[in-house]
């Protein structure tokens, strides 16, 4: 069992920065691949970020096009957190954001992720 809880979210002006940190429990906590999804108001949950557990100690990240170039997804294990850096917000980025967690092998959808946080809110003025 896995347990997220994510903070960070806050309002932001448009083309400001904001760090998402996601705290998780458990001793195999580095075996997690971690993703971050966000949902805006009348929107379906999107994915945003992932940072993909390939064995030992490589990691794959990925992003979505959206986010590309804007986001970086890092994790600290011996924190047992994963981070979410958002850099030149735009208006659209605003959304609840959620960090989820998965240990399996295969990550194909949000569906495969196992464990999800409560969420933080971020808000982007424009």
């Known amino acids: 069992q896995v347990q997220l809880v994510e903070s960070g979210g806050g309002l932001v002006q448009a083309g400001g920065s904001l760090r998402l940190s996601c705290a998780g429990s458990g001793r195999t906590f580095s075996r997690y691949s971690m993703g971050w999804f966000r949902q805006a108001p009348g929107k379906e949950r999107e994915f945003v970020a992932a940072?993909?557990?390939?064995?030992?100690?490589?990691?794959?990240?990925d992003y979505a096009d959206s986010v590309k170039g804007r986001f970086t997804i890092s994790r600290d294990n011996a924190k047992n957190t994963v981070y979410l850096q958002m850099n030149s917000l735009k208006p659209e980025d605003t959304a609840t954001y959620y960090c989820a967690a998965t240990a399996r092998v295969m990550v194909g959808s949000q569906n495969d992720y196992d464990y999800w946080g409560q969420g933080t809110q971020v808000t982007v003025s424009s």
């Open positions: 940072i993909s557990w390939r064995g030992g100690s490589t990691y794959y990240a």
